[in-house]
């Protein structure tokens, strides 16, 4: 996993999606936009495959995912946001042999998928 430097972190790598004179007006497609876009997009299942992405991962189109692929869809990182985000990527980064948890950090990881599993019982839910 890479972690941004400084620069990438302030979205200096980042592109608009449109050019200067419509970037400061609307850089970016509102939410409602993205939203009807995504509406009219095949299930995940079919979205995910290389074919289908060739397709909708185009700069320019609103439902694009900021995967990173191609380069252009890249998002600013997400440690710009709040320093939990960067806490957790060098965390991330960390053996896992260097971490210690106890007993009530296990129980509460434990109740917590436990729980979750109610809301998703089956793949069609």
Request: glycine residues 4%; aromatic residues 10%; proline residues 8%.
């Amino acid at each position: 996993m890479l972690v941004p430097t400084e620069a990438e972190s302030l979205g200096a790598r980042i592109q608009p999606r449109h050019s200067t004179k419509e970037a400061h007006s609307h850089q970016f497609p509102c939410r409602e936009e993205i939203a009807q876009a995504a509406r009219k997009r095949e299930s995940p299942s079919t979205g995910a495959k290389d074919s289908t992405l060739c397709v909708t991962q185009k700069d320019g189109r609103p439902d694009a995912m900021y995967s990173g692929r191609p380069f252009k869809l890249t998002a600013p990182a997400i440690t710009i946001y709040h320093p939990v985000f960067a806490t957790f990527l060098k965390r991330m980064k960390e053996p896992l042999a260097t971490f210690q948890f106890s007993d009530e950090e296990f129980d509460r990881a434990n109740k917590f998928i436990t729980e979750s599993l109610a809301f998703f019982p089956d793949k069609r839910t």
